[in-house]
């Protein structure tokens, strides 16, 4: 991103951010309720655009690619997904594979492997037949994670992805985020959790009423005064 701006209605929500997501970094995206964590993120999918700077994805800016290009390169598992049929957990799994299968009412032998190699990168091979509606919340969530697995792109975006996860799950994502970035991929996530942000990933940034006020290995970047001063009341004078 350069000197990106964003306004929704009137109002200014994102100010002059610039930064860059790498490959074989996990980044951690962090900030108070409304800062614009997930409006920031809408961006670096280009499901939205700037009002003033430019998003660029391999140097070019979003703009300028077409969604399918950009399915094949960034990955996206949202926040509380409410799925509206009871699809079953590989059928969702295997709608990863839609932006390399245009044409085929039905997956190929190739998408088909995609998808087990996805299953049984989260653990869930047992839950392929289940419908997807009957899930747990956690449950959900390895599906979807699953869906951009077999995506196979290689930038992951991922918002809150720990929500509705146990324990043991929240420390095997965070296992599988790190192992996707040693494999080069660049992962990006949004969380509310600053203690696991500065264990759990390379690096942090901060966004505060949209802006961005830190930036920086986050074992360094969330000490604890810098953690107080992001999650402060908001002062009058910080009104967008
Ligand atoms: N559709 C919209 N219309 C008007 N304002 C909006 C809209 N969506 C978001 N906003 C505003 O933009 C700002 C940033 O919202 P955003 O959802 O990006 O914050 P966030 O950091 O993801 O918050 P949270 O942690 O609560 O999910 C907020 O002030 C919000 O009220």
């Known amino acids: 991103m350069e000197h990106v701006g964003f306004r929704q209605g009137r109002r200014m929500v994102l100010h002059d951010l610039s930064f860059g997501i790498k490959a074989g970094e996990t980044t951690a995206l962090l900030g108070p309720n409304g800062a614009g964590k997930t409006t920031l993120l809408r961006l670096l999918l280009g499901l939205a655009q700037p009002c003033t700077g430019r998003v660029l994805l391999d140097g070019r800016p979003m703009a300028q690619w077409s969604r399918r290009e950009i399915a094949r390169r960034i990955a996206y598992v949202p926040q509380g997904h409410v799925p509206l049929f009871p699809y079953s957990v590989r059928d969702i799994v295997g709608m990863g ?140 004078s910080e009104a967008l």
């Not at 290689?154 to 095997?172: A, S």
């Not at 604890?224 to 002062?235: F, G, I, K, N, T």
Request: with cysteine; hydrophobic share 45%; net charge negative.
């Open 97 to 236: 594979r839609l932006a390399e299968t245009p044409f085929a009412p039905a997956l190929r032998a190739m998408d088909e492997d995609a998808v087990d190699r996805a299953l049984a990168e989260l653990g869930i091979t047992r839950l392929a037949s289940r419908p997807y509606t009957d899930l747990s919340g956690g449950e959900r969530q390895a599906v979807l994670l699953a869906r951009a697995l077999a995506q196979g792109a290689r930038t992951l975006v991922l918002d809150e992805p720990e929500t509705g996860l146990d324990h043991g799950q929240k420390q095997r994502l965070y296992a599988l985020l790190r192992r996707l970035a040693a494999q080069g991929h660049a992962v990006v996530a949004t969380t509310h959790d600053p203690l696991q942000a500065a264990c759990m990933f390379d690096r942090a940034v901060l966004l505060r009423h949209g802006r961005i006020v830190g930036d920086g290995m986050a074992a360094d970047v969330l000490s604890d005064a810098m953690v107080e001063r992001l999650y402060a009341p908001p002062d009058p």
